[in-house]
Nanobody, 127 residues
């Protein structure tokens, strides 16, 4: 069973930056769209960003647009989420997800139908 493994979470002050990474354990993905969701205490999981398997299409939640950047490094089979200008409201557990893609520019914004999930990494932003 392929498992997504996230890393890079931690504690940062408001206005700071973190970079999250996500890679599949023991497998190389192909034709897979990938993305990030997050869940803060007492709230439902929400979409953050996604990227097509071709890498040409990205999509962001309005709350992170202009501050977060999603990318893929195919040589390392890894996806990244660069988070800048962090705010206290970005505090959450961040989950990596992946979904089989019908086309190279397919991306997702909902969390249903995912083929793979990570266990999450905690990001805490202190104000």
């Amino acid at each position: 069973q392929v498992q997504l493994v996230e890393s890079g979470g931690g504690l940062v002050q408001a206005g700071g930056s973190l970079r999250l990474s996500c890679a599949p354990s023991g497998s190389t993905f192909s034709r897979i769209a990938m993305g990030w969701f997050r869940q803060a205490p007492g709230t439902e999981r929400e979409f953050v960003a996604s990227i097509s398997w071709g890498g040409s299409t990205t999509y962001y939640a309005d709350s992170v647009k202009g501050r977060f950047t999603i990318s893929r490094e195919y040589a390392k089979n890894t996806m990244y989420l660069q988070m800048n200008s962090l705010k206290a409201e970005d505090t959450a557990v961040y989950y990596c997800a992946a979904k089989n893609s019908p086309t190279s520019n397919y991306f997702f914004t909902k969390d249903y139908g995912m083929n793979y999930w990570g266990k999450g990494t905690l990001v805490t932003v202190s104000s």
